[in-house]
């Protein structure tokens, strides 16, 4: 996640279309620095995924030290995951076509993958990243969706169709069908409570034909839809797995280990443990790169790991 206020010219033209005026909770328990997009009263946008070219301008305007810190708060030691496909789109399908398999497949080959692996060696408060996952199914909500700006619809669309997880260790992924239009972020995580037990959520727009959330995978394997979700899946689960309230781990400039690694691929295909293949980002490791083991990310630090 962009965890510090950006400079007055790149809000400008990040944010140009998306809305004409944002109004940052600068009161929230959350610190006012980490909340770029977050609106008044909402739960904070945490990991934003920005789209590709707008990654590129963030790139260049910020400087960081490698590592990244442990800031005391909790991780998510398991994931019970479970997916809402939100929009009318959802019952058409021909929109369809292998999204919902293909992400059921993505979900359940991830636990004890090499790429979930990719973030065990984190701790927190409560104990350490666990490899092992539970996917718990989908739900389809045909109603009409919304986009992603305001966090508390999406945490509501989430506690209207899911009974949480009593352990706390829920992750919910809403796929809207939607379109990004002028925003500059493919997807986010964030958190909250449903009924009083928290809640760790994502927000992933309808990705079809976006190029600027596209990884780009020429394999053939899955629809092009399809492969951009499963890409930032990958980024929002790992940095939530590793920094899901906001306070645990992430660097000197606020980026989480997804954020770190964004639009960087260390290999061209990463298999799970179903035996389906995926493009998609690697993740930040402080290991890999104290061992200089890992590969570069866009700003040449070596510590991304493919989890090939």
């Known amino acids: 996640m962009l965890r510090k206020l950006l400079m007055a010219t790149l809000v400008a033209q990040a944010f140009?279309?998306?809305v004409h005026a944002r109004d940052v909770d600068m009161t929230s328990p959350y610190d006012p620095k980490v909340q770029d997009l977050t609106l008044r009263g909402e739960p904070p946008m945490l990991g934003i995924h920005w789209s590709r070219e707008f990654s590129g301008n963030l790139q260049a305007s910020r400087t960081s030290k490698p590592l990244m810190t442990n800031h005391g708060g909790k991780v998510m030691t398991t994931a019970i995951m479970q997916n809402i496909f939100w929009g009318a789109s959802w019952a058409n399908s021909t929109f369809v076509g292998d999204k919902i398999t293909g992400l059921e497949a993505w979900y359940t080959g991830f636990s004890l993958s090499n790429y979930a692996h990719t973030t065990d060696e984190y701790s927190g408060s409560n104990g350490k990243v666990g490899p092992g996952t539970t996917y718990a199914g989908h739900i389809v909500d045909t109603t009409t969706a919304s986009g992603g700006n305001r966090t508390s619809t999406i945490l509501a669309e989430v506690c209207k169709r899911i009974s949480p997880d009593p352990s706390g260790n829920g992750y919910y992924s809403v796929y809207s069908d939607v379109k990004r239009g002028n925003a500059n972020y493919c997807a986010y995580h964030s958190e909250g409570t449903c009924g009083g037990v928290?809640?760790?959520?994502?927000?992933?727009?309808?990705?079809?034909?976006?190029?600027?959330?596209?990884?780009?995978?020429?394999?053939?394997?899955h629809s092009q839809g399809l492969a951009a979700l499963a890409n930032v899946s990958g980024h929002e689960l790992s940095e939530a797995r590793?920094?899901?309230?906001?306070?645990?781990?992430y660097d000197s400039s606020g980026s989480e280990n997804g954020d770190k690694c964004a639009w960087t691929f260390g290999a061209p295909l990463v298999a799970f443990t179903n035996n389906i293949s995926?493009?998609?980002?690697?993740?930040?490791?402080?290991?890999?790169?104290?061992?200089?083991?890992?590969y570069p990310n866009a700003s040449g630090q070596k510590g991304c790991l493919s989890g090939k």
Do not use: H, M, R
């Open 242 to 249: 590793t920094d899901p309230s906001l306070g645990t781990w």
């Open 198 to 221: 928290p809640v760790q959520f994502a927000f992933f727009w309808n990705l079809d034909g976006d190029s600027g959330c596209d990884p780009q995978d020429t394999s053939g394997q």
């Open 278 to 294: 995926w493009k998609i980002q690697g993740e930040w490791s402080n290991a890999a790169y104290t061992a200089g083991t890992g």
């Open 16 to 18: 140009a279309g998306l």
